[in-house]
């Protein structure tokens, strides 16, 4: 646990069943908003009402609207390029990951001076310009809360995390309505990435009182409601503790860490495209029970807040295994897949596997159990 910590939020966050509304009253001052998003949300239609709060204040706006899924850098860099051209002088974001991600990066690359490329080797080179404020359409990344942005660099075949405190967001909303029709699959991939970050981030070697108020909350708020959430269209009071359970994991990540779970499925999302969230869903209980010795604390210490009735498990040793079998239980009510070879992966792509996960040592060193290239072969291979 670290001595020394610090936290870094939002400048505000809104929440509950009317925080959209506060659009109004944010735009004040505001001349033209560029609106990041993707196909998938102005589909869905759900693009529509923020944008219309937009629009009654009088702010002009341009709609960025063509981001891929799961960008690489250079994509990204393509959608920052007609942003700078837009003469925007805020940011919104009205999306998942990907959106948010490329608006931070956005808002610290407004001039010319530097590109995401730049970035990669020196994150502190982007120098908050704009403005921004985030409505997240899922309840999982937790990118709202942090100064993460994750880019595809295709060299690599890997996912690189750019970390720069100026990226956290000005204003987040948080508001239900945004995730009522998700999708199961979405739904469920996203829940589990939250899921990640709060077990991750609680038993970091960066954990810290801050990061395990924030992380231990959203663990027990997501473990106690993301099936519900997930199955039940109408489950709103479900929906709504994973809306704030996913920003409370990602405050946690801005305090502490993620660790191997996130370490080792980066590979997975940067060659193969596998879905962010379910590639940490791979490898979380694998990881989890490959950290077990290290963590067996920290897991009693959250069996004991998650478990509210029929508390079966005494010793710490019961308490820990509890917490990782739940864990299972969770991602496999989920259907989310478990295996590589749905992906046709197989023992050929091993190497390439060990070699590029044991390449992010940035979350690596935070893992309590160090991970030695034949502990990360051995864990793709508990997923082959």
């Not at 920003?247 to 596998?274: D, E, N």
Request: aromatic share 6%; proline share 5%; hydrophobic share 45%.
């Amino acid at each position: 646990m670290l001595t020394d910590y610090v936290l870094q939020m939002p400048r505000a966050v809104y929440g509950g069943e009317h925080a959209l509304e506060n659009i109004t009253g944010i735009m004040q001052g505001v001349k033209k908003a560029a609106v990041f998003t993707d196909q998938g949300i102005i589909g869905a239609g759900l693009l529509e009402y923020p944008l219309s709060l937009i629009k009654e204040t009088g702010v002009e706006t341009v709609v960025l609207g063509d981001l891929p899924a799961e960008p690489t850098c250079d994509q990204t860099q393509e959608v920052i390029n007609r942003f700078r051209e837009s003469g925007a002088d805020f940011i919104v974001a009205v999306g998942g990951g990907s959106v948010m991600d490329t608006a931070k990066l956005a808002s610290v690359l407004s001039t010319e001076n530097f590109c995401v490329r730049d970035l990669l080797d020196n994150p502190s080179l982007g120098e908050k310009g704009i403005k921004t404020l985030m409505i997240p359409t899922t309840a999982g990344t937790g990118s709202e809360a942090t100064p993460n942005s994750i880019v595809a660099v295709p060299e690599k075949e890997l996912k690189v995390g750019i970390v720069n405190a100026a990226m956290i967001a000005d204003y987040v909303i948080l508001d239900s309505r945004m995730i009522k029709m998700l999708p199961r699959k979405i739904a469920a991939a996203t829940g589990v990435d939250a899921l990640a970050h709060a077990i991750e981030c609680f038993t970091s070697k960066k954990s810290n009182p801050f990061s395990d108020t924030f992380a231990l909350e959203a663990l027990d708020m997501i473990m106690n409601n993301i099936e519900d959430a997930c199955d039940k269209p109408e489950a709103m009071d479900a929906k709504k503790a994973m809306l704030t359970a996913s920003f409370y994991a990602g405050v946690a990540i801005t305090a502490s860490g993620t660790t191997a779970v996130h370490a080792l499925s980066y590979p997975l999302g940067g060659k193969y495209h596998i879905p962010h969230g379910v590639a940490n869903a791979m490898m979380l209980v694998p990881v989890m029970k490959f950290n077990e010795p290290a963590c067996r604390e920290k897991f009693a210490l959250a069996y004991d807040r998650i478990v509210k009735t029929d508390k079966t498990a005494e010793t710490p040793e019961e308490k820990s295994a509890w917490i990782i079998n739940r864990l299972d239980e969770i991602v496999k009510h989920l259907e989310i897949p478990s295996s590589l070879k749905d992906y046709g992966i197989g023992s050929n792509d091993l190497e390439f596997l060990v070699t590029a996960g044991m390449g992010v040592q940035r979350l690596l060193v935070n893992n309590m159990r160090e991970v030695t290239p034949d502990d990360a072969r051995n864990l793709y291979l508990e997923i082959m």
